[in-house]
Nanobody
Framework: QLQLVESGGGLVQPGGSLRLSCAAS????????MGWYRQAPGKQRELVAA???????NYKESVKGRFTISRDNAKNGVVLQMNSLEPGDTAVYSC?????????????WGKGTLVTVSS
């Protein structure tokens, strides 16, 4: 069964760090691009960071210099290293990927993992 499995969320104090991981499981031919979105209570979902198969990276302006996205090709996954976390980073973070299947590219979403930044 195809799915994106996330891990690494939790509670952290302001200024702390967390590392989110996402891996695609199942039979896939490849991955076009992967990324992380987040949604805070009462707010719209927003792109945090994304990386293409060619390595092009895009970050939300407010996380530049604090967050780093990277591919884990061995695990068909993506990692988001989050440093200098702020209360405004509190949200449910969801992994997103365009998986290449026999029938073509298909969008997949993980279930989400909660990140809470609070003292």
């Amino acid at each position: 069964q195809l799915q994106l499995v996330e891990s690494g969320g939790g509670l952290v104090q302001p200024g702390g760090s967390l590392r989110l991981s996402c891996a695609a499981s199942g039979s896939i031919l490849g991955i076009n691009h992967m990324g992380w979105y987040r949604q805070a209570p009462g707010k719209q979902r927003e792109l945090v960071a994304a990386i293409t198969s060619g390595g092009t990276i895009n970050y939300k302006e407010s996380v530049k210099g604090r967050f780093t996205i990277s591919r884990d090709n061995a695990k068909n996954g993506v990692v988001l290293q989050m440093n200098s976390l702020e209360p405004g980073d509190t949200a449910v973070y969801s992994c997103y990927a365009v998986l290449v299947l026999h029938r073509g590219p298909v969008d997949y979403w993980g279930k989400g993992t909660l990140v809470t930044v609070s003292s």
